[in-house]
């Protein structure tokens, strides 16, 4: 299974599809798992999706077509987050540890200032957890009530990094969690 990231022009040519993908789907994860036509218009205009901060492409797999997209964001800091939206029916197909795997060489083999690569989830979005594991990617934070939710409380954001020389090596340097080494 292969995914191939393919630049998303959200004020020309792919307006109308990229409004369309995110009003018709749920995303059951993000802060807000729907988003109304004005707000996503609203946002692709000021340049959420794409702007000094922020890059946007498609999903594309080679079984299943186009899959969802992939916005970069804090693209002027040496440490981009990133923000993934795959479709409701092409989740659960295994496609996320590709597609982080795609992601992660895209940002280290096309932006050479970038030293760490990092994303979030919420604590009870177990599968997206797995595929951080499987991808290579290490735990590093655990922020309690961190992660709002809609009409509920909020939940632990858990946030996940890999390291460029982890990245060009193939090895994981893990996190030192004792404060206290005596």
Avoid: C
């Avoid at 186009?66 to 197909?93: M, N, T």
């Amino acid at each position: 299974m292969a995914v191939q990231l393919t630049r998303l022009d959200p004020t020309g040519a792919d307006r109308e599809a990229l409004l369309a993908f995110l009003t018709t789907e749920d995303f059951p994860f993000h802060v807000r798992p729907r988003t109304s036509t004005g707000d996503a218009e609203r946002a692709i205009d000021a340049g959420a999706w794409d702007d000094d901060e922020h890059r946007s492409y498609w999903l594309d797999d080679d079984e299943h077509g186009r899959v969802g997209v992939l916005r970069l964001e804090d693209l002027a800091d040496p440490v981009p987050l990133f923000d993934l939206r795959i479709a409701g029916e092409h989740r659960g197909r295994g496609l996320g540890v590709p597609t982080l795997r795609a992601a992660t060489d895209h940002v280290f083999t096309s932006m050479p200032e970038v030293t760490r690569f990092e994303g979030q989830t919420r604590e009870d979005n177990t599968a997206m957890r797995r595929v951080f594991l499987r991808a290579g990617w290490v735990k590093e934070a655990h922020y309690r009530d961190g992660w709002p939710v809609e009409g509920g409380a909020p939940l632990a954001s858990v946030a996940y990094g890999v390291l460029r020389r982890d990245w060009e090596s193939g090895t994981t340097t893990p996190v030192p969690w004792d404060d206290d080494p005596r």
